[in-house]
């Protein structure tokens, strides 16, 4: 490009920071002060320069120790050994239960404060009280974890001696101090820099047509600025729908359109429609704390007489020749109130509404949050999405069951499935699907489907109807396309993330 066609090209940014560049490197930071820009205004402008080949870059990384949150506090004021030092060097002696009253410390500092000064041997303990051992001078001088901090921030490069022994200690505690990856820039002219920031860039070119410039005429006898398309912009984010949402709509179209009705209900239930109408035990392990997350002191209602003397029946033994769970059923722990563990709350209460409707065949799904007191990793999540779906009619099979399943998770991407026998409270047969992840290398659980069970449909209907009834983890179906090998990663919505993420087609 000729010179002057490059000076035309130059934005007001460019022409403020290239005059105070040179051929010797210059830190990002001091373009911004000398230009009088601030530090994003000036890498976008040397970013142009770069473009137009008027400047040379170079970028460094260092890690640097820095202080934490705590670490900001404890400079401030002190760390909790030395507030616990100076207090005994004043009250000589302090009984060990006393320490976060006497020094105004929390369980958690005076723990800490107590061990290190231990560890130290500045301190004894002697008949459950705290003695001090250390020597005035011990006391008025400062530890080598108090002149870190005072130190930093610090190269990692440069931690030695002492310094290091202050790290390794105070890096054992939770927010003190950090390690921070920094990026550097430099920048210098090239030769054709040179030689552009010496000639006149002070040409009174326009940068926009306005309004105001059409209505006064003030373009006329103007030159506009050239644009450099070739110049890396910022890039542009359109608004869309979050990610989770997009699988969810197509998971609902897919139902849809295999002629499904969608139900919906309450994330708070009962344990009556949770469990005990789907013929899960009320000693069963999945309805203790450890699994299940109740809303204290709180007590719903059961419904009609009749399904409940037919749950209860269920239970205790004695329907369509079932022996149930041979025990005593009691309303009190039906009536319960919890977050629903899945979504098939929602099934046992619309088969209920079907029998009184009489609606039959009838086809239903949701897609909805469940809540279960799981250990969290990269495959469980307290809180999690299910679709359930359930198919109502006398003629109805376990191998229309697998069928409509296989189409779903075929639309939905998957085309390889594992489908094996598993044991389910109320359905019979029953199933599970797996599909192998590529990255964990293992088979990982789609989710759960059966054959509701005579104990399920019968207080029901009066009578056992086939019903076909399934309640995949929705969730784990979502990571598969959206490339996602942690199901945490489904909700910390970090911007950039949700930026990139490629839109559910």
Known sequence: MEDKLIIESLSPMERSVLPKLSGDFLSIEDVSENADLDKTTALRAVGFLKNKELVEVESAEKKVVILGILGVNYLKKELPERVLLNKLSEKK???IGEIRNVCGLNENEAKIALGTLKKKALIGIDGGK??????SSEVSSK?????????LPMEVGEVKD???LAFENLKKRKDIVEVEEQKSMSVKLTGLGVKISKMNLDDNLLEALTPKILKQNAWKGKKFRRYDLSSPVPRIYG???HFTNQAKDHAKSIWLEMGFKEMSGNLVETGFWVFDALFTAQDHPVREMQDTFYLKDMKGELPAKDIVSGVKKAHEGGIDGSKGWQYKWEEEKAKKV??????????ARKLKEIADTKEF???YFSIGKCFRNETVDWSHGFEFNQTEGIVVDENANFRQLIGYLTQFFNKMGFDKLRIRPAYFAYTEPSLEMDYFHPVHKKWVELGAAGMFRPEVTIPMFGKHVPVLAWGPGFDRIMTQFFEINDLRELYKNDISKLRETKVWR
């Open 338 to 347: 919890l977050l629903r563990t899945h979504t098939t709350n929602l099934s």
């Open 93 to 95: 002696s302090i009984l």
């Open 130 to 135: 705290l003695v001090l051992n250390a020597k």
């Open 143 to 151: 530890m080598v974890e108090e002149l870190f901090l005072e130190k």
């Open 361 to 363: 065949p009838a086809k």
């Open 162 to 164: 002492l310094d290091a």
């Open 239 to 241: 608004g869309k729908r």
